[in-house]
C-alpha cells in the first residue's frame, strides 16, 4: 500500500473538493472525490442509495471506495464528510498518507448552500452545529493537522501546499519521525518523576518534525535530589530548553539563573529556557488552562466562581491566571489544609483578594461546591496508571451538580453577591490527559455536567513551551493532532 496520498476531511461544505482539485493542479497530482467515484461505481446518486439502501450500505460502499484510494499513489482525495465514523476508514487513510482537517465557519457553509441533496446536510446552523459538534472528535483524531478554511480558497490551497512541502521535506507525506537528526541537533526534554504517562513526547516531536527542525525533545527522569545537577548539566549541553511537570514545579526554581515575572507571581515554573548557559524559568500552565477553556467551551474567568482540587504548582497557575482574569471568587481545597491555607493567602497577597482555602471536609465542600461555575482536579489522581481512582466523592459532585441545578432557576440579582443572577451547569475539567476520559469526568457526565480533558491544555501550553524555546509558533494545530492520535490507543500507551 502507498503511504503519500493526501486525504481531506471535514464536513460537507468545508471546501474540500474545491480545495483538492486547486491543490492537486498545482502541485501536479491526480485528484478524485471519493463521494464522486462512489456514484459512479453505483450508478446512483448518494441521496439514492440513502433512499433505497439505508446509510449501513453506503458506508460499506464508502470504505470500499476508501481501500481503492489507500492503493494509489500521490493522489489527493476529498472525502465524504462522514467518512470518519468508521474506525476502518481512519485507518485506511492514516496508512496511506496524511490527512487534513477542512474547519470551516458553520456560517461560510451556510452562505454557499442553496439547495443540498445529501442526506446529512441541511441549510439549518442548528443541525450543522450539532453534527460538527458530534464528528469533531473523530476528525481530530483522524487528522496530521487541522486547517481553519476561513480566508478563502487561495489562502487555504497555500496552506494545504505547504503542509505537503513540508511532509516531502522531512522525508515523505507519511506519518512518524522521519528527519534526519544530526550531531547539530537541539535538543528539549521534560523533567519529572515518574514520567510513563506523558504525551508530550510525541507531541513536541511532531511539531519539530513538521516544522522541518533538527531537534528533538525527550522524556528524562528526575528524582528530586538529582533536579539542581540536571538543569545545570542541560544550560552547558545544546539544550533549547524543557518542560518541567510533578513533583518538582516549585522545587526547580531554586535552581535556575532567572524566572520570568508572571511564573514568579505564580510561584511555579513548569517551562525552562537555556540561553548562553543560563537557566530561565517560565510557567505556561495557567494560560494553557484558561486558553483551553475560552477555546473548547466559550467560558471565560471574568466573573466566574472557581473550585480546585490540589495545591501544587499546576494549581497555584491556575489560580493565580483566574485570579488576574477577573474570578469572582476561587476555592482552593487540598487534603493537607495547610497547603491549600498558604496558596490563598499567597494569591490574596500578591494578586487579588478573591481566594478561600476550604478544609477537606464534606461541610465545608458542599456549599462550595454549590457556589461554583467551573470545578478543576489539578491534581494527579485519576492518572495512569491509577486511572479507576476517584479524587473527588461522587455525593459531592451531586451535590454541585445540585447547586448547579438551583442556581439555574434562580431568578437574576437573586444568588450570591456578585453572581449576576443564573448561570449554567457546572463545568467539570480535569487536567489528567491519560486517561482521556477519567473516573471524575465519567461521574460528571453521569450526572449530565459539562466536562473538559486534559488534552486542549497540554497543546496549549506545549504550543507556548515551543515558541518560547524556538522563537517561532509551532505549524497550526499540529500538536493537537498528534495528542487526538495519542489518546486513541489504550490507556498508558504512547
Request: charged share 25%.
Amino acid at each position: 500500500m502507498s503511504r503519500d496520498n493526501l486525504f481531506l476531511i471535514g464536513l460537507s461544505g468545508a471546501g474540500k473538493s474545491t480545495l483538492g482539485r486547486l491543490v492537486a493542479g498545482r502541485l501536479g497530482r491526480t485528484y478524485a472525490d471519493l463521494d464522486d467515484v462512489l456514484e459512479e461505481w453505483e450508478g446512483v446518486s448518494i441521496p439514492e442509495i440513502f433512499r433505497e439502501k439505508g446509510e449501513d450500505y453506503f458506508r460499506r460502499k464508502e470504505t470500499e471506495v476508501l481501500r481503492w484510494a489507500a492503493g494509489e499513489r500521490r493522489g489527493i482525495f476529498s472525502t465524504g464528510g462522514g467518512v470518519v465514523v468508521r474506525e476502518e476508514n481512519i485507518a485506511l487513510m492514516r496508512e496511506s498518507g496524511r490527512v487534513i482537517f477542512l474547519d470551516r465557519p458553520i456560517e461560510h457553509i451556510l452562505r454557499d448552500i442553496v439547495v443540498s441533496g445529501r442526506p446529512m446536510l441541511r441549510g439549518d446552523k442548528q443541525n450543522l452545529i450539532a453534527l460538527r459538534e458530534a464528528r469533531l472528535d473523530l476528525y481530530r483524531k483522524a487528522a496530521d493537522v487541522c486547517l481553519a478554511n476561513d480566508r478563502g480558497a487561495d489562502a487555504a490551497a497555500e496552506m494545504i501546499m505547504d503542509w505537503v512541502r513540508r511532509w516531502e521535506r522531512t522525508g515523505g507525506i507519511h506519518g512518524g519521525i522521519h528527519m534526519e537528526i544530526t550531531r547539530e541537533a537541539r535538543l528539549a526534554a521534560l523533567l519529572g518523576y515518574p514520567l510513563g504517562h506523558s504525551f508530550s513526547p510525541a507531541m513536541q516531536n511532531a511539531a519539530f518534525e513538521a516544522a522541518g527542525m533538527n531537534c528533538i525533545y525527550l522524556p528524562v527522569e528526575v528524582k528530586a535530589e538529582d533536579l539542581g545537577d540536571v538543569i545545570r548539566g542541560m544550560a552547558k549541553m545544546n539544550y533549547l530548553g524543557c518542560n518541567v511537570t510533578i513533583p518538582h514545579k516549585v522545587a526547580v526554581m531554586e535552581h535556575l539563573d532567572e524566572i520570568a515575572p508572571a511564573a514568579r507571581t505564580i510561584g511555579a515554573v513548569n517551562a525552562v529556557v537555556f540561553k548562553e548557559g543560563r537557566a530561565i524559568g517560565h510557567n505556561v500552565d495557567g494560560l494553557g488552562f484558561s486558553r483551553s477553556l475560552t477555546e473548547e467551551t466559550g467560558e471565560t474567568a471574568q466573573g466566574k466562581t472557581l473550585f480546585v482540587l490540589g495545591a501544587g504548582g499546576a494549581s497555584r497557575a491556575i489560580c493565580a491566571v483566574f485570579a488576574m482574569e477577573g474570578a469572582r471568587r476561587i476555592y482552593i481545597c487540598n487534603r493537607t489544609e495547610a497547603r491549600a491555607d498558604a496558596l490563598a493567602a499567597y494569591i490574596n497577597g500578591s494578586i487579588r483578594n478573591c481566594c478561600e482555602s476550604v478544609p477537606w471536609e464534606p461541610e465545608a465542600m458542599t456549599p462550595a461546591l454549590r457556589d461554583s461555575d467551573v470545578l478543576v482536579n489539578a491534581t494527579s489522581v485519576g492518572m495512569y496508571p491509577r486511572g479507576d481512582a476517584l479524587c473527588l466523592d461522587a455525593g459531592l459532585l451531586a451535590a454541585g451538580a445540585a447547586g448547579a441545578v438551583a442556581a439555574e432557576a434562580r431568578a437574576p440579582g437573586s444568588g450570591p453577591p456578585g453572581a449576576g443572577g443564573p448561570r449554567r451547569k457546572l463545568l467539570v475539567c480535569d487536567i489528567v490527559y491519560n486517561p482521556v476520559r477519567t473516573r471524575l469526568l465519567e461521574e460528571a457526565e453521569k450526572l449530565g455536567l459539562r466536562t473538559l480533558n486534559g488534552l486542549a491544555m497540554l497543546a496549549g501550553q506545549g504550543e507556548a513551551s515551543f515558541e518560547l524555546w524556538t522563537g517561532t509558533k509551532p505549524p497550526e494545530g499540529i500538536m493537537r493532532a498528534a495528542l487526538e492520535r495519542i489518546a486513541a490507543k489504550p490507556s498508558g500507551t504512547v
